[in-house]
């Protein structure tokens, strides 16, 4: 089953997770034997996020987080430590991750990068500016892959 993972440092990595025991998988790839929070902020997607990773103080998401917060369209909490990213059914049931949407993640990816590597030279004049302006940029991405561009 197709699936991402999303690192801290804004590296996506392609995943083939097995087709059964793909919870444990995920478990061990976020670092959490315990607890894995499974979020949806797309449709066809699900999050699953080290259950305790804020509390833990793993380092913040920020691609994970852009992406969640643009398919949402608002933005959100902060997100902590290595993200799994898998399909989903309409039932909940964890699914391949469709093509588009693994686009999305790589190019939101990119995208942070490339911001954070801008605001070594000009930073933001603060953390609200910050996160409208990554927003912003990560939302623009999300509608121009939309279109097909």
């Known amino acids: 089953m197709r699936a991402l993972r999303i690192d801290p440092d804004t590296n996506v990595t392609d995943l083939a997770l097995p087709p059964t025991g793909a919870h ?27 259950g305790s990773g804020r509390r833990e103080g793993l380092p913040q998401n920020l691609a994970a987080w852009a992406l969640a917060s643009a398919w949402r369209g608002t933005p959100l909490y902060p997100l902590a ?20 949407l693994v686009q999305h993640a790589h190019v939101v990816a990119q995208t942070v990068r490339d911001t954070l590597s801008e605001w070594r030279d000009r930073p933001p004049v603060s953390n609200e500016t910050a996160v409208n ?3 912003a940029y990560a939302a623009r991405d999300i509608a121009s892959r939309r279109r097909g561009a």
Not at 30 to 46: F, I, K, L, M
Not at 81 to 100: F, Q, S
């Open 81 to 100: 430590g290595p993200i799994v990213v898998t399909g989903r059914t309409t039932t909940g049931e964890l699914l391949a991750l469709d093509d588009d």
């Open 24 to 50: 444990s998988v995920i478990r061990e790839l976020v670092g959490s034997p315990d607890a894995v929070d499974q979020a949806t902020y797309h449709q066809r997607a699900v999050m699953h996020i080290h």
């Open 133 to 135: 302006e990554l927003l």
